[in-house]
């Protein structure tokens, strides 16, 4: 019989009768790790710019695979990764929608790496496979359908829309979206050997109904084959189409609906602005993607879908995860829930949030961001060096020095970036580059906000 490693040895396991005591030294080291990574970094995200920040990774690396092993590996790498982090849980970083996980998502997602389920078999994963299809249901019952199924992301969620479409209405299904539509659309159309989309203007940032109504009509007989793809929440500006304008229209024309409402759908949470969500309800397919408006660790993603049944193509038989006399023995068969094979509940940090928080905490979290986002333009509206684009729809503030070029804008944002000071996103709208505040971060204060536009100021040259 082997000898187990000792108590402090990087070889010991995390589940099991000891993985609780292996364990809880190394979650110290590792918070400990973050702590002064956060503190070497003192700031949004590292100084020095891609090069500096690569250099020390590499230091702090060394050799990849080296001989022997190191016994402060973990805290090392773990510090190297703070200090080269950009945190989205500092007020100052705002580009992306990257939110700041809650802390009890965070230590839910800790279970799933310790316990290791994964989601291809019933017996790999007996818990996890039941409470993925409670909260699966719950969630796209908030939508208005049936049943949804767990992804990685928006990307994955519209790839797999686009593929229950083509096997619902044959392999010339084609795909009608909005110029201001998100890329994972029209590259999924490509993947999966769709023809071309049309694209359809979006002048105001938004689908025009009027132009969609006239594409639809255009294409007359075709429409029965058609796929609308309508979102909620564009990545530019958080603008949402005109939702229940384009269900009407859908339906009149025989056209299939998918909403991607990967960035908006946590709006439903929120008793306040779920009804800009109105007509959600009407579509084949919807996005939903927690790790933006949702505070989950990535990744945390799903696809809703009206007809059950449309999920059946994902079926596959493979006789060690579900032979047919095991699932006629009552035994779950998971492999028709994902295009994936191995996958992790991340189901467990979605169904701990929504118990731990509920609908109005949760609705609370939107709300703020929302109404920092409504504080972020009202200040810059008031403040004569800037311009800003328009009032935000959710969370995102659109905005830029007055009087500079488009080239100026772009470098004060680098030369941000570069200092560490701020991270701020880029976005071109009306043919003008503006800088992008996506603000996610429900913990920013009002004096948070007025220090981003400083900063902003003092960067611009005159």
Same mark, same amino acid.
């Given at each position: ?18 993985? !609780? ?24 995200? !590292? ?43 500092? !007020? ?217 049944? &449309? ?89 830029? !020095?007055?009087?500079?070029?488009? &080239? ?55």
């Amino acid at each position: 019989m082997s000898t187990p490693p000792p108590p402090d040895h990087p070889a010991r396991l995390a589940s099991g009768p000891d993985g !609780p005591h292996a364990l809880r030294p190394l979650l110290d080291t590792v918070l400990d790790a973050l702590d002064s990574g956060r503190r070497a970094r003192g700031g949004p995200l !590292p100084a020095g710019g891609p090069e500096a920040v690569a250099a020390r990774v590499r230091d702090a690396v060394g050799e990849v695979v080296p001989e022997h092993g190191d016994p402060d590996a973990l805290r090392g790498l773990v510090h190297a990764l703070a200090e080269g982090a950009a945190d989205p849980a500092d !007020p100052l970083c705002a580009a992306h929608l990257h939110c700041p996980p809650l802390a009890v998502a965070t230590a839910a997602d800790l279970a799933v790496s310790a316990l290791n389920p994964s989601l291809d078999s019933w017996d790999q994963a007996p818990a996890a496979s039941e409470l993925e299809a409670l909260v699966t249901r719950a969630l796209a019952h908030e939508t208005g359908l049936a049943d949804s199924v767990v992804t990685t992301g928006g990307t994955e969620s519209n790839q797999l829309a686009l593929l229950l479409a083509r096997e619902s209405h044959g392999g010339g299904v084609r795909l009608v979206c909005g110029a201001n539509a998100h890329h994972s659309l029209p590259r999924a159309a490509w993947l999966l050997g769709l023809p071309e989309p049309v694209i359809v203007p979006a002048p105001s940032g938004t689908l025009d109904p009027a132009a969609l109504h006239s594409v639809l009509a255009g294409l007359g007989g075709a429409c029965g084959s058609l796929l609308v793809a309508a979102t909620a929440g564009t990545t530019d500006a958080g603008l949402i189409d005109p939702l229940p304008e384009i269900a009407g229209l859908c339906a009149a024309h025989g056209a299939r609906l998918h909403i991607d409402a990967a960035h908006g759908g946590g709006l439903l949470f929120s008793e306040r602005h779920r009804d800009k969500l109105t007509g959600l309800e009407a579509a084949h397919t919807v996005t939903l993607d927690l790790h933006k408006l949702g505070w989950q660790p990535v990744a945390a993603g799903l696809l809703a879908v009206r007809h059950p049944r &449309d999920l059946a193509v994902l079926h596959q038989r493979a006789d060690y995860l579900n032979a047919g006399d095991d699932t006629e023995a009552g035994l779950p068969d998971l492999l028709g829930r994902s295009l994936r094979t191995t996958r992790r509940p991340d189901v467990l940090k979605i169904a701990v949030t929504l118990k731990a928080l509920g609908r109005r905490g949760l609705g609370a979290l939107v709300d703020q961001v929302c109404a920092r986002a409504r504080e972020f333009a009202d200040l810059i509206h008031d403040h004569p060096g800037f311009e800003l684009h328009d009032r935000p729809t959710i969370s995102t503030v659109l905005f830029r !020095p007055a009087g500079v070029t488009d &080239d100026a804008v772009a470098a004060v944002r680098r030369r941000l970036l570069t200092e560490g000071r701020a991270v701020l996103g880029r976005a071109r709208l009306d043919d003008r580059l503006w800088l992008k505040a996506t603000l996610l971060n429900p913990d920013t204060r009002t004096e948070d906000l007025a220090a981003l536009l400083k900063l902003v100021e003092g960067s611009t040259p005159r």
